[in-house]
């Protein structure tokens, strides 16, 4: 089995940031993953998201392996086999304090935080200042347009919160959360 895939996005001029990589944004979080091997069809495309915590699972399930420990990711085996079953749910998206501790020089935009992705929403809760970001991707891919505190989002705002509560700290299958 190959598998290709990048650790992170880099960000190049987007949201006016001049080069970057741990930001909740799609330039960062969105990277190319290939497979391909036994049990995996060729030339098929799978839109959708998945997670690096899906890439050891995935392993195992191709070695006919157990990890001997909880997985928090799923393998996409299935996926590949029947894009009918991609996983379907929402992603814990995180940028940890530690990461930017030390001597490590910090510009204005490294900032720690913690959200939620859906294949359609990206919310994000800066650590330090409670700052709150919220994307309709589907209507603004770029985004440009922060939908946080709009009365018109107030549900889905409360509902990736809950969601985002639920992963901190989830192992195993319970880290599997409905979009």
């Given at each position: 089995?190959?598998v290709?895939?990048?650790?992170?996005?880099?960000?190049?001029?987007?949201?006016?940031?001049?080069?970057?990589?741990?930001?909740?944004?799609?330039?960062?979080?969105?990277?190319?993953?290939?497979?391909?091997?036994?049990?995996?069809?060729?030339?098929q495309?799978?839109?959708?998201?998945?997670?690096?915590?899906?890439?050891?699972?995935?392993?195992?399930?191709?070695?006919?392996?157990?990890a001997?420990?909880?997985?928090?990711?799923?393998?996409?085996?299935?996926t590949?086999?029947n894009?009918?079953?991609?996983?379907?749910?929402?992603?814990?998206?995180?940028?940890?304090?530690?990461?930017?501790a030390?001597?490590?020089?910090?510009?204005?935009?490294d900032?720690?935080y913690?959200?939620?992705?859906?294949?359609?929403?990206?919310?994000?809760?800066?650590?330090?200042?409670?700052?709150?970001?919220?994307y309709?991707?589907?209507k603004?891919?770029?985004?440009?347009?922060?939908?946080a505190?709009?009365?018109?989002?107030?549900?889905?705002?409360?509902?990736?919160?809950?969601?985002?509560?639920?992963?901190?700290g989830?192992?195993?299958?319970?880290?599997?959360?409905?979009?």
């Open positions: 089995m190959i290709f895939l990048s650790d992170n996005g880099w960000l190049q001029g987007e949201h006016r940031i001049t080069g970057d990589k741990f930001l909740p944004y799609e330039e960062s979080l969105r990277i190319p993953l290939i497979i391909r091997g036994p049990g995996v069809p060729k030339d495309t799978v839109k959708g998201q998945v997670s690096n915590i899906d890439f050891a699972p995935t392993l195992l399930d191709a070695a006919d392996a157990s001997g420990r909880t997985m928090d990711g799923v393998s996409l085996l299935p590949a086999r894009p009918k079953r991609r996983p379907q749910r929402a992603l814990q998206i995180e940028a940890l304090a530690p990461l930017f030390g001597d490590i020089p910090i510009n204005a935009w900032r720690p913690s959200g939620v992705r859906t294949d359609r929403y990206t919310y994000v809760v800066w650590t330090e200042t409670g700052e709150v970001e919220l309709d991707r589907r603004d891919p770029d985004q440009l347009a922060s939908v505190g709009d009365p018109a989002y107030a549900e889905i705002e409360a509902r990736l919160a809950a969601k985002l509560a639920k992963l901190e989830c192992a195993g299958k319970s880290c599997n959360v409905k979009p």
